[in-house]
C-alpha cells in the first residue's frame, strides 16, 4: 500500500511509518525541516520526506493519508487528500489496521509512567527471547529506537488517552485492541481536551472493556483512579503495590508486592517482589523512586504471564537503562550533575523530585520547570504545583511557552505560583526569559548539586545553555557524534568505533572560552577534546578509547573522563571492568585501581566484542577491576 504521511516528524507518526515500510509498504511523508534524531530516522529508513506543506505532494497518488492529531480540517494536504478521494486514517486506526489484527496488544495506559513501564515491559521480554514489536512514544536507552517490527506474535503498545484526530476524538488506545494491559494511574489531565476527571475516567473504562474475558489486566492498588476503572474490567485483573519499608507482604495487600531495601543516596535500588506474600526474588535497578518501583513491578507481572523466567527477568532489570528524557542524566560539569526529565503534570512533578532528592539526599537539588505542555500552561493544577516542589533547594519558574494558546482567563500565573511557593518556605523565584534563569542557575549551582530540568519540550534550550555555561562539559555522546569520536581516535591512531548501538560514549566539547581563546592563539582544536567508551554484555564491561586532545593535556580531562565513565559502569551494574592498556597502564592501576591480568583471565563475552579485537594489539596489556554496585 501507498500510504503518505502529514507531520511525519512527530515521535509517534514517525515511529509508525518505519514500522510500515518495514512492513513492506511504500511510505513517504511531509513536514516542516527535521533534524535529528528524527531526520536521521527516517533517512535510514528510506523514507523521503517533502519539506513544507503544499498539495503537490500526494502528486505520488498514495492510497492513504495519515493525519496527526494536530492537523486540522483545513489543513492543506487534508483539503487536496479530500479532493482526490484518498482516505484519510488517524495514526491509531491506521496501526490497527495495518498492524494489530495478527498480533497479541500489550498496552500500558495511564496518566503517569506509560513510557518507562513500556520501554520495561519490552526490554525485559525481548531480555527472556521473546522478539515482540513495539511502538513507544519515547527513546528506551536499551531498545536505541522507539519503535520495532518483531518477528513475534506480541507488540507492546504505549497507550495514550489523548484525543485521536479532527474526524475522531476519541482516545488513541481505544484503537489498540489490548489481549493484556497495565494501568498505572488515572487522574484529571488533558485539561485541553477533558473537562473534568470523570470524562477522563470514563475513557479509560471504555478501554479496560475492551481486554477480552481471557485477557489480563494490572493495576496499581495505589491509585484509587485506577482501582476505580478496574472495577469494571470483565477479565482477570492482577494488583501491585509499593509497600512501606517496615510493611510486610502479603496477599491481601496486592497480587505483586514492592518493598525497596536500598539507603538513601545509594547508587542503585536494591527491591524485593512479592507474588501474593511469597518471595519471589531479589533485584536491583539504576531507575530510582517508589513510582519506578511500580513500573518495574507491572511490567514484571505481564513478563511472567508471558512465560519469561525470574532469573531472566531479573538479569534483565538489572541491566534497564532508562528511557530518554526521564531522569535523564544530560552531563556532569565542574562537579555539577544536569538531569532532565519529562513530568509536567504535578503529580509526576512531586514524585520525581522525591525520588531525586533521595537518591541525592546531601547536596542541592536545583529545580527548573517550564510549563509547556497544554494542561501545565493552564491555572487548573496552580493547587498542584504549589505542593509539588517541596523536595527541591531552589525552584526556578520559566515564562509559560507559548501563551497565546491558552485560552483567555486560564493561563498558569508563573508570578504568583512563585510567590505561593515563598509563601510556604520555598526558594522560589519565576524569569521573564530563559536566559536569565539560566544565568541563576550558573551562578548559585556549586559542585556536588544536581540541576533538573522539567519540560515537556525543549525548554529553551536551557541544557546547552548550562552544560556551555559551566565549562568543559562531560555528555553523553549521540549517534551524529561518532564521526567525531571517531576522528579523535585516529588522531591517536586508536581502533575506531564498531557497534556504535551498543556502546556508550562520554564526550567533551570545546566550550566557547576554550575554542575562542584557541583561535586567539591560533590553535586548532577538534570537534571533540576528549571521549572515552563503554560497552556492556551482560554484568562484564570493556573500556576502551579513552583519549584527550593534545593541546588539552596536562588539564586532568582524562581523569575526569575515567572518574566519569567507572561511576557510569557502576551506576549500570557492571561487576568488572576490562581494558587493554598500553602507555597508559600505568594511569590506570595508580588512579583507578586496575590489575593486570592475562588474556584467559576475561571474560569470554568480552573477549569476542568487535571493539575488543580491534583495540587487541601487539604489546598490549590487559587489565580488569572489580567493582561494588554499591557507592
Same mark, same amino acid.
Given at each position: 500500500?501507498?500510504?503518505?504521511?502529514?507531520?511525519?516528524?512527530?515521535?509517534?507518526?514517525?515511529?509508525?511509518?518505519?514500522?510500515?515500510?518495514?512492513?513492506?509498504?511504500?511510505?513517504?511523508?511531509?513536514?516542516?525541516?527535521?533534524?535529528?534524531?528524527?531526520?536521521?530516522?527516517?533517512?535510514?529508513?528510506?523514507?523521503?520526506?517533502?519539506?513544507?506543506?503544499?498539495?503537490?505532494?500526494?502528486?505520488?497518488?498514495?492510497?492513504?493519508?495519515?493525519?496527526?492529531?494536530?492537523?486540522?480540517?483545513?489543513?492543506?494536504?487534508?483539503?487536496?487528500?479530500?479532493?482526490?478521494?484518498?482516505?484519510?486514517?488517524?495514526?491509531?486506526s491506521m496501526l490497527e489496521s495495518s498492524l494489530l489484527s495478527e498480533r497479541r496488544s500489550l498496552v500500558v495506559a495511564g496518566t503517569h509512567g506509560k513510557t518507562t513501564t513500556s520501554s520495561l515491559l519490552t526490554h525485559l521480554l525481548r531480555s527472556a527471547g521473546a522478539d515482540?514489536?513495539?511502538?513507544?512514544?519515547?527513546?528506551?536507552?536499551?531498545?536505541?529506537?522507539?519503535?520495532?517490527?518483531?518477528?513475534?506474535?506480541?507488540?507492546?503498545?504505549?497507550?495514550?488517552?489523548?484525543?485521536?484526530?479532527?474526524?475522531?476524538?476519541?482516545?488513541?488506545?481505544?484503537?489498540?485492541?489490548?489481549?493484556?494491559?497495565?494501568?498505572?494511574?488515572?487522574? =484529571?489531565?488533558?485539561?485541553?481536551?477533558?473537562?473534568?476527571?470523570?470524562?477522563?475516567?470514563?475513557?479509560?473504562?471504555?478501554?479496560?472493556?475492551?481486554?477480552?474475558?481471557?485477557?489480563?489486566?494490572?493495576?496499581?492498588?495505589?491509585?484509587?483512579?485506577?482501582?476505580?476503572?478496574?472495577?469494571?474490567?470483565?477479565?482477570?485483573?492482577?494488583?501491585?503495590?509499593?509497600?512501606?519499608?517496615?510493611?510486610?507482604?502479603?496477599?491481601?495487600?496486592?497480587?505483586?508486592?514492592?518493598?525497596?531495601?536500598?539507603?538513601?543516596?545509594?547508587?542503585?535500588?536494591?527491591?524485593?517482589?512479592?507474588?501474593?506474600?511469597?518471595?519471589?526474588?531479589?533485584?536491583?535497578?539504576?531507575?530510582?523512586?517508589?513510582?519506578?518501583?511500580?513500573?518495574?513491578?507491572?511490567?514484571?507481572?505481564?513478563?511472567?504471564?508471558?512465560?519469561?523466567?525470574?532469573? @531472566?527477568?531479573?538479569?534483565?532489570?538489572?541491566?534497564?537503562?532508562?528511557?530518554?528524557?526521564?531522569?535523564?542524566?544530560?552531563?556532569?560539569?565542574?562537579?555539577? /550533575?544536569?538531569? #532532565?526529565?519529562?513530568?509536567?503534570?504535578?503529580?509526576?512533578?512531586?514524585?520525581?523530585?522525591?525520588?531525586?532528592?533521595?537518591?541525592?539526599?546531601?547536596?542541592?537539588?536545583?529545580?527548573?520547570?517550564?510549563?509547556?505542555?497544554?494542561?501545565? /500552561?493552564?491555572?487548573?493544577?496552580?493547587?498542584?504545583?504549589?505542593?509539588?516542589?517541596?523536595?527541591?533547594?531552589?525552584?526556578?519558574?520559566?515564562?509559560?511557552?507559548?501563551?497565546?494558546?491558552?485560552?483567555?482567563?486560564?493561563?498558569?500565573?508563573?508570578?504568583?505560583?512563585?510567590?505561593?511557593?515563598?509563601?510556604?518556605?520555598?526558594?522560589?523565584?519565576?524569569?521573564?526569559?530563559?536566559?536569565?534563569? @539560566?544565568?541563576?542557575?550558573?551562578?548559585?549551582?556549586?559542585?556536588?548539586?544536581?540541576?533538573?530540568?522539567?519540560?515537556?519540550?525543549? =525548554?529553551?534550550?536551557?541544557?546547552?545553555?548550562?552544560?556551555?555555561?559551566?565549562?568543559?562539559?562531560?555528555?553523553?555522546?549521540?549517534?551524529?557524534?561518532?564521526? @567525531?569520536?571517531?576522528?579523535?581516535?585516529?588522531?591517536? /591512531?586508536?581502533?575506531?568505533?564498531?557497534?556504535?548501538?551498543?556502546?556508550?560514549?562520554?564526550?567533551?566539547?570545546?566550550?566557547?572560552?576554550?575554542?575562542?581563546?584557541?583561535?586567539?592563539?591560533?590553535?586548532?582544536?577538534?570537534?571533540?577534546?576528549?571521549?572515552?567508551?563503554?560497552?556492556?554484555?551482560?554484568?562484564?564491561?570493556?573500556?576502551?578509547?579513552?583519549?584527550?586532545?593534545?593541546?588539552?593535556?596536562?588539564?586532568?580531562?582524562?581523569?575526569?573522563?575515567?572518574d566519569s565513565i567507572m561511576r557510569r559502569a557502576r551506576t549500570l551494574g557492571a561487576r568488572e571492568v576490562y581494558l587493554i592498556a598500553t602507555e597508559t597502564a600505568e594511569f590506570f592501576t595508580d588512579k583507578l585501581g586496575f590489575s593486570l591480568v592475562e588474556i584467559d583471565d576475561?571474560?569470554?563475552?568480552?573477549?569476542?566484542?568487535?571493539?575488543?579485537?580491534?583495540?587487541? /594489539?601487539?604489546?598490549? #596489556?590487559?587489565?580488569?577491576?572489580?567493582?561494588?554496585?554499591?557507592?
Amino acid at each position: 500500500m501507498k500510504i503518505h504521511f502529514i507531520g511525519i516528524g512527530g515521535t509517534g507518526m514517525g515511529a509508525l511509518a518505519g514500522m510500515l515500510k518495514a512492513a513492506g509498504h511504500d511510505v513517504r511523508g511531509s513536514d516542516g525541516p527535521l533534524y535529528p534524531p528524527m531526520s536521521t530516522q527516517l533517512a535510514r529508513a528510506g523514507i523521503p520526506v517533502f519539506e513544507g506543506y503544499r498539495a503537490e505532494n500526494l502528486a505520488w497518488d498514495p492510497q492513504c493519508v495519515v493525519v496527526g492529531n494536530v492537523c486540522r480540517r483545513d489543513h492543506v494536504e487534508v483539503v487536496a487528500a479530500e479532493q482526490r478521494g484518498i482516505t484519510l486514517e488517524s495514526f491509531p486506526s491506521m496501526l490497527e489496521s495495518s498492524l494489530l489484527s495478527e498480533r497479541r496488544s500489550l498496552v500500558v495506559a495511564g496518566t503517569h509512567g506509560k513510557t518507562t513501564t513500556s520501554s520495561l515491559l519490552t526490554h525485559l521480554l525481548r531480555s527472556a527471547g521473546a522478539d515482540p514489536s513495539w511502538l513507544i512514544g519515547g527513546v528506551p536507552q536499551n531498545l536505541g529506537t522507539g519503535s520495532h517490527l518483531g518477528g513475534g506474535d506480541g507488540i507492546v503498545l504505549e497507550g495514550d488517552e489523548y484525543d485521536t484526530a479532527f474526524f475522531d476524538k476519541k482516545s488513541k488506545f481505544l484503537h489498540y485492541r489490548p489481549a493484556k494491559a497495565i494501568l498505572t494511574s488515572v487522574e =484529571f489531565d488533558h485539561a485541553d481536551i477533558f473537562d473534568t476527571y470523570e470524562q477522563v475516567r470514563d475513557a479509560f473504562v471504555e478501554f479496560v472493556a475492551l481486554i477480552p474475558e481471557q485477557g489480563l489486566l494490572v493495576v496499581d492498588a495505589g491509585n484509587p483512579g485506577a482501582m476505580e476503572v478496574a472495577a469494571q474490567a470483565r477479565c482477570e485483573v492482577q494488583t501491585y503495590r509499593v509497600l512501606g519499608r517496615n510493611e510486610a507482604p502479603s496477599a491481601d495487600a496486592a497480587t505483586w508486592c514492592v518493598r525497596s531495601t536500598s539507603r538513601a543516596g545509594a547508587r542503585r535500588t536494591s527491591f524485593e517482589i512479592y507474588e501474593r506474600g511469597e518471595l519471589v526474588g531479589k533485584f536491583s535497578t539504576l531507575l530510582s523512586g517508589n513510582y519506578n518501583l511500580a513500573n518495574i513491578t507491572a511490567a514484571f507481572a505481564v513478563a511472567r504471564s508471558e512465560g519469561c523466567t525470574v532469573e @531472566a527477568l531479573g538479569d534483565a532489570i538489572r541491566m534497564f537503562r532508562g528511557v530518554k528524557r526521564r531522569q535523564e542524566l544530560l552531563g556532569m560539569v565542574q562537579g555539577v /550533575r544536569v538531569i #532532565q526529565d519529562f513530568a509536567h503534570h504535578p503529580t509526576a512533578v512531586a514524585l520525581t523530585i522525591g525520588a531525586l532528592r533521595r537518591r541525592y539526599p546531601e547536596q542541592n537539588l536545583h529545580v527548573c520547570f517550564e510549563p509547556r505542555s497544554s494542561s501545565s /500552561r493552564r491555572d487548573v493544577f496552580f493547587a498542584g504545583y504549589s505542593q509539588a516542589f517541596d523536595g527541591a533547594s531552589r525552584i526556578y519558574v520559566a515564562p509559560v511557552h507559548a501563551p497565546e494558546k491558552v485560552p483567555d482567563g486560564q493561563l498558569l500565573d508563573v508570578a504568583a505560583l512563585a510567590a505561593k511557593l515563598r509563601e510556604r518556605g520555598l526558594d522560589a523565584q519565576h524569569f521573564a526569559t530563559i536566559e536569565a534563569l @539560566a544565568q541563576s542557575v550558573l551562578e548559585k549551582a556549586a559542585p556536588g548539586d544536581t540541576v533538573v530540568l522539567l519540560s515537556s519540550g525543549a =525548554f529553551g534550550g536551557l541544557a546547552d545553555r548550562l552544560l556551555e555555561g559551566f565549562g568543559d562539559a562531560v555528555t553523553f555522546a549521540q549517534p551524529e557524534d561518532s564521526a @567525531a569520536i571517531d576522528a579523535l581516535l585516529t588522531r591517536f /591512531r586508536m581502533a575506531t568505533l564498531t557497534d556504535h548501538e551498543q556502546v556508550e560514549s562520554l564526550i567533551i566539547r570545546p566550550s566557547r572560552e576554550r575554542r575562542q581563546s584557541a583561535d586567539n592563539a591560533g590553535t586548532e582544536l577538534p570537534e571533540l577534546i576528549g571521549c572515552v567508551n563503554l560497552q556492556l554484555v551482560g554484568d562484564q564491561a570493556f573500556l576502551f578509547g579513552l583519549a584527550v586532545a593534545e593541546a588539552c593535556r596536562g588539564e586532568g580531562l582524562g581523569w575526569v573522563l575515567a572518574d566519569s565513565i567507572m561511576r557510569r559502569a557502576r551506576t549500570l551494574g557492571a561487576r568488572e571492568v576490562y581494558l587493554i592498556a598500553t602507555e597508559t597502564a600505568e594511569f590506570f592501576t595508580d588512579k583507578l585501581g586496575f590489575s593486570l591480568v592475562e588474556i584467559d583471565d576475561i571474560d569470554p563475552r568480552v573477549r569476542a566484542l568487535s571493539n575488543f579485537a580491534a583495540a587487541n /594489539r601487539p604489546g598490549a #596489556q590487559y587489565m580488569a577491576l572489580t567493582l561494588s554496585t554499591e557507592p
